[in-house]
């Protein structure tokens, strides 16, 4: 939410595919971003892992794309939001996600953290950081369009 007020004080308009905790399906996302035609698409996501893994080793943010088109501004979100947050760098990946196909729109997938470390927990929760993250993506997508 916090990206979309900072984003929406700029004069941008912004569509949410989802407001609440409430489940929306892949497929309402995809029509949604289809009928919307928008000049970028940013699905902002939280990683979970498996059962087995030690916790204390997964952490960090990556950034997912899968049309060439996409991975400047992926490459742009990466380096930037990798250096004004201090995160562990996940990389950028090339993938199909589900909400990225049958659309021309630039996409990109960010995965800002692991929910199950406990360290990531905290950052993901803190209000402070997500308004720091909020900023930072804004002003990226601004250096983007600008530039």
């Not at 498996?50 to 990466?78: C, L, M, W």
């Amino acid at each position: 939410m916090k990206l979309k007020y900072e984003l929406e004080s700029l004069g941008a308009q912004v569509l949410m595919t989802r407001t609440e905790d409430k489940a929306v399906s892949l497929e309402e996302r995809l029509a949604a971003s289809k009928t919307a035609k928008p000049d970028l698409f940013i699905s902002i996501h939280s990683n979970s892992m498996a059962d087995n893994i030690d916790i204390s080793k997964v952490n960090g943010f990556s950034v997912f794309y899968r049309d060439a088109h996409a991975y400047p501004i992926a490459e742009e979100i990466h380096d930037d939001t990798i250096k004004s947050l201090n995160r562990n760098d996940k990389g950028i990946h090339k993938k199909s996600f589900y909400v990225f196909r049958g659309t021309w729109t630039p996409s990109i997938l960010l995965e800002s953290g692991f929910v199950p470390n406990p360290a990531e927990f905290e950052w993901l929760i803190d209000d402070d950081e997500q308004s720091i993250l909020a900023k930072s993506l804004v002003q990226t997508i601004l250096k983007y369009y600008t530039e």
